[in-house]
């Protein structure tokens, strides 16, 4: 898995995307590690992404929180019309059906503890 380099990775979930429809949301560990590298990628300058790590910014709440209050659905419609409300210093965020899935398997991965631990 940690061998795979980034084309890779991304042409494999181009066509998984492809071949199963974005609506499996079933998750796969493959898509958990991408996820978390999107959300590294995006998030992680403010928000705390991990189960321990803090919020860089000090208003935003780590995502192990923001899992507890929203069920991963609102989410998801969130992520796929873009993110703005409640961020005023952020870029708007726009994400692709198959980084929502991906997103959405860490983000649910999250919630329990023991499985999967990425
Ligand atoms: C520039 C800093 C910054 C970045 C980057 C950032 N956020 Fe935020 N985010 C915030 C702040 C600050 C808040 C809290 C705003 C408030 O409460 O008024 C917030 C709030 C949120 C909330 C709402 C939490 C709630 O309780 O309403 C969600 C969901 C969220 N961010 C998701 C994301 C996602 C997903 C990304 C990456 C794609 C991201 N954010 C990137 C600063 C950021």
Redesign the pocket.
């Known amino acids: 898995m940690l061998s795979y380099t980034w084309p890779s990775l991304l042409a494999a979930c181009i066509l998984c995307t492809l071949n199963l429809g974005v609506a499996d949301l079933s998750a796969q560990s493959s898509d958990i590690d991408r996820g978390k590298a ?2 590294q990628q ?6 705390g992404i991990g189960r321990t790590d803090e ?7 780590p ?1 192990r ?2 899992v507890k ?2 069920p991963v659905e609102d ?1 998801a419609e ?2 796929a019309e873009g ?1 703005t ?7 708007e ?1 726009v ?1 692709q059906p198959d980084e929502i899935n991906a ?1 959405l398997a860490y983000l649910d991965n999250l919630k329990h503890p023991t499985q999967n631990d990425p």
């Open positions: 999107i959300l995006k998030c992680a300058r403010c928000h919020s860089h910014h000090p208003q935003a709440p995502f929180d923001v209050r929203y989410l969130s992520l993110i409300s409640g961020h005023p210093e952020m870029p965020f994400f997103i």
